[in-house]
C-alpha cells in the first residue's frame, strides 16, 4: 500500500517568511509523528498526535513552531518568521501503535531558509 | 531526558565482512530499541527492532542484541553488500513517558567491493 507522504519535497524561502509542511500517513495509522533532521544529525522529536487527543507538543522547539491534524489524518507543521537555524530536513512518520513503536516516516521535506 | 549514544559515527568494511554498531541509553526505562537505515537522499526505513523482554532478535543477515544491565545494544550486520552501505541510526523509547523516539546520531556505514 500507499507510504507516508510529504510535501513540497524542497522548500526554499526567506528568512522572516512563515512556510507549511504537509504529512498525509499511512491510511489507518492513527499515531503522527514530526521529526527534524538537521545536517549529520540524528532525528529530532517535534510533536506527537494520537487519535483525537491532545498532541504532544513537548519537542517544539519555539512557539513559531505550530503544528495541526485535521480529521485524524493530514497534518500541518507551521513555522512562523523562519530563521536560518530552521534549515533542515523535517520528517512525518505514522505508526498503527499507540506505543511509539513501528514508525514508519515519509520522505521528508528539505527546507532552507536564505 | 532519555540520551542515546552511537558508535562509530564512520565504520567501512569490506564486503563478505561483518559490522557491528553499538548504542548506549542512559534510562533504565527504556522499553523499546528500533533501527533505521537511511539511504543517501531516502527515508529512514525501519529494519529490526527489539523490545526490552528480549536479549536478541534475529533476521537473515541482521541482529540486534540487547543486554539491559548494561544499557546498550547492538546491531550486527553479517556478509555485509555494498548495498547495505548506509547511515544507521539507533533509537530507544522510554515506557510510559510520551511516544517519541529519541535517536543516536547515526554510524555511516561503508561497504567497499
Known amino acids: 500500500g500507499a507510504g507516508v507522504s510529504q510535501s513540497p519535497s524542497n522548500k526554499v524561502t526567506e528568512k522572516g517568511k512563515d512556510v507549511e509542511l504537509r504529512c498525509d500517513p499511512i491510511?489507518?495509522?492513527?499515531?503522527l509523528y514530526w521529526y527534524r533532521q538537521s545536517l549529520g544529525q540524528g532525528l529530532e522529536f517535534l510533536i506527537y498526535f494520537q487519535g483525537n487527543s491532545a498532541p504532544d507538543k513537548s519537542g517544539l522547539p519555539s512557539d513559531r513552531f505550530s503544528a495541526e491534524r485535521t480529521g485524524g489524518s493530514v497534518s500541518t507543521l507551521t513555522i512562523q518568521r523562519t530563521q536560518q537555524e530552521d534549515s533542515a530536513v523535517y520528517l512525518c512518520a505514522s505508526s498503527p501503535r499507540t506505543s511509539g513503536e513501528e514508525q514508519f516516516f515519509g520522505p521528508g521535506t528539505r527546507l532552507t531558509v536564505l | 531526558g532519555e540520551n542515546v549514544e552511537q558508535h562509530p559515527s564512520t565504520l567501512s568494511v569490506q564486503e563478505g565482512d561483518s559490522a557491528v554498531i553499538k548504542c548506549t541509553y542512559s534510562d533504565s526505562a527504556s522499553n523499546y530499541f528500533p533501527w533505521y537505515k537511511q539511504e543517501l537522499g531516502k527515508r529512514p526505513q525501519l529494519i529490526i527492532d527489539?523490545?526490552?523482554?528480549?536479549g536478541e532478535k534475529k533476521d537473515q543477515r541482521i541482529a540486534v542484541t540487547l543486554n539491559k544491565t548494561a544499557k546498550h545494544f547492538s546491531l550486527h550486520i553479517t556478509e555485509t553488500q555494498p548495498e547495505d552501505s548506509a547511515v544507521y541510526f539507533c533509537?530507544?523509547?522510554?515506557?510510559?513517558?510520551?511516544?517519541?523516539?529519541?535517536f543516536g546520531k547515526g554510524t555511516s556505514l561503508l561497504v567497499t567491493p
Open positions: 491510511s489507518g495509522h492513527t499515531a
Open positions: 527489539i523490545r526490552s523482554n528480549v
Open positions: 533509537a530507544a523509547k522510554i515506557s510510559n513517558s510520551g511516544y517519541a523516539l529519541n
